[in-house]
């Protein structure tokens, strides 16, 4: 099967790519490398043992796709490609919506236009906004709490219109929970640009001496131990949930949202002390103030995804933290310090 991945050299994506390669799948990658590293597609290439095909576009730029879908006619579309900072998002929301909403809008014009109606979205679980029951199941009230999270749901609600004014549509709505860890080769992984956003590559950055400490944003949650509590799965399971979902909409047509999470939390203060056990090396961390968005816990009820695509999270936390740590050792400066 013909699979055009957008954002496939990111973190997420690049994973998903060895996935797909490793499924016999031939893969077309369009990414503008704003937040992301050829390295990447050429560490992807030598895992698999075959490499994607690459256009560097933004998925806004019409006449590009238009040209992508002309010369590959690619039979299905895993989307990426998008801005996905919480805290930048609050920021500048103007970006998050032209980069999110245009360029997803974008992209479905031009998938209609040349009939390829095959389509699983990154969303995310930040549609949930502040959750009144936990674990979230797919039925749970969404509002999110910050741009970023309001372009999630936005584009959810447009697919779903889609869908409904042209049945013809396939579309899987994939729920992320926090996904962290790296593949078990340590030659990908999270390479976030400046300190990062999310809490797993901060930690590891600390550990291995490049950031000095940890910034722990509020400990006067109603939680275990008054930090953030959020569901962390494997970035290979959260990968192999996109395989998952190609298969089912190429079996059944229609809309389906799931969840991909393990069912399990874990505070921050409790990510601190799994690393710092697995790597052997200290993590301090200092209390900050609240971020603005951020909510006190979030975790999943992954049970629909096991039913409707026979998917659930394989790797704990110990895996998760031995394969980010074994990636942070190995690049120290990410792709950019890099030479292959």
Known sequence: MKILVTGGAGFIGSHTVVELLQASAEVIIVDNLSNSSPQALQRVAEISGKAPQFVKADVRDRAALQEIFKEHQPEAVVHFAGLKAVGESVEQPLSYYQNNITGTATLCEVMAEFGCKQLVFSSSATVYGDPEILPITENAPTGATNPYG?????????????????PEWRIALLRYFNPIGAHSSGRIGEDPAGIPNN????????????????????????????????????????????LRALERLAKAPGLV??????????????????????????????????????????????????????????????????????WQQGNRQGYRGSNG
């Open 150 to 166: 309001r372009t999630k749901l936005f584009i959810e609600e447009m697919l779903r219109d889609l869908h409904v004014s042209d």
């Open 199 to 242: 809490l797993f590559p901060f930690i590891s950055q600390v550990a291995i001496g490049k950031l000095p400490h940890l910034s722990v944003f509020g400990n006067d949650y109603a939680t275990v131990d008054g930090t953030g509590v959020r569901d962390y799965i494997h970035v290979v399971d959260l990968a192999i949930g996109h």
């Open 257 to 326: 949202t799931c969840n991909l999470g393990t069912g399990r939390g874990y505070s921050v203060l409790e990510m601190v002390a799994a690393f710092s056990r697995i790597s052997g090396c200290e993590v301090p961390y200092q209390i900050k103030p609240r971020r603005a968005g951020d909510i006190a816990a979030c975790y999943a009820d992954p049970s629909f995804a096991k039913q409707e695509l026979g998917w659930q999270a394989e790797r704990g936390l110990e895996e998760m933290c031995q394969d980010g740590w074994r």
